[in-house]
């Protein structure tokens, strides 16, 4: 069936569709050259509709192993060429499968490089997959469509549950974690509890945690339990990443900003500016720290982008508080920055025994 997709701005992309379902979210561009099941299953995109800017999609197929998330939370998917006959020794099926099983909308077969410089150039913007044949007035109601700022409630979950382990226990705060993160922490050998965004501070440390990790997640910081997180600073040691480290910077004091369109991929270069060394970064973020709102709090800046100079990761001066802005466990990318978890762990075990703690 042919399709297009239309940006609020009017510029239209003409396509196929791989099941007729129609679709309507932010659109946004990844720029990873692998990774499409772990970039269709991170909750953080939750909302939106995504385009892979590298054209083949779908070439190894799709796999459990894969997943991130318990299901997709995209509003839709765009490729320019999705191959329907994978060839690789994991592959469980194909990614054309996958798709039409979870209902997830696709458009193939358009000019994503064209749709990636249109984003850039006029920053990210609401978009609707649709029939071609679809009328006016169905489009419209689409884009009238109000977005929901309730997408951290949609991905958490719903329940409290534990990884068990020996090491340090860790309260996670899940704000749409990626199932690799889960899996890094557990390697390092914390002993994970998992509780629900909206789990008050009171009952997070009545688990009488070694230490609290803030999640990624989906949308505007703004929009997360800002509140919770102010009043766990300074009871224990805090880990956040992305929407985490976000909104650690709020409840710091400082303020947070809408990028332009962005950092979604698994090839970003950041700089550690206590080594100077740069790293290769897996990230899907589209909100930033604010520089100017840090001046005069307690804080220091250890991590930059290097493309645009935005903040990725900040650490308190006194207190056991640390984030970055990227996935350190990269699901899709590199392995550069697995160290981290490992830095949570001496902070965890040098606090622990500080306070004489078994």
Known sequence: MIGKLILEDGSVFQGMLASG?????????????????????????????????????????????????RQSFVCGFVVSELCGKPSNWQAE???????????????????????????????????????ADAPASEVSALFDMPPSI??????????????PNSGPRIAVMDFGIKRNILNSMAKAGCDLTVVPAHTPAQEILALNPDGIFLSNGPGDPKDAPVATVREL??????????????????AFGGNTYK??????????????????????????????????????????????????????????NCLPVFSVQYHPEAAPGPDDNTYLFEEFMKLLNKETSRAGRN
Not at 98 to 114: Q, W
Not at 150 to 163: F, L, N, P, W
Not at 234 to 250: D, M, N, R, S, V
């Open 259 to 316: 990028l332009k369109f962005g950092h979604r991929g698994s090839n970003h270069p950041v700089k550690d500016l206590s080594t100077g060394r740069v790293y290769i970064t897996s990230q899907n973020h589209g909100y930033a720290i604010e520089e100017e709102s840090l001046a005069g709090l307690d804080v220091t800046v250890t991590h930059r982008a290097v493309n645009d100079g935005t903040i990725e990761g900040i650490r308190h």
């Open 21 to 69: 379902t129609t679709a309507v979210g932010e659109v946004v561009f990844n720029t990873g050259m692998t990774g499409y099941q772990e970039v269709l299953t991170d909750p953080s995109y939750c909302g939106q509709i995504v385009t892979m800017t590298y054209p083949l999609i779908g070439n190894y197929g799709v796999a459990n192993i894969f997943e991130q998330a």
């Open 150 to 163: 309730e997408v951290v409630e949609e991905v958490t979950t719903k329940e409290v549950y534990r990884m």
């Open 233 to 250: 600073i300074g009871k224990k040691p805090i880990f956040g990443i992305c929407l985490g480290h976000q909104l650690l910077a709020l």
């Open 93 to 131: 099926d194909s990614l054309v499968s996958y798709l039409k099983s979870r209902n997830i909308p696709c458009i193939y077969g358009v000019d994503t490089r064209a749709i990636t410089r249109r984003i850039r150039s006029h920053g990210t913007m609401k978009g609707v997959i649709v029939p």
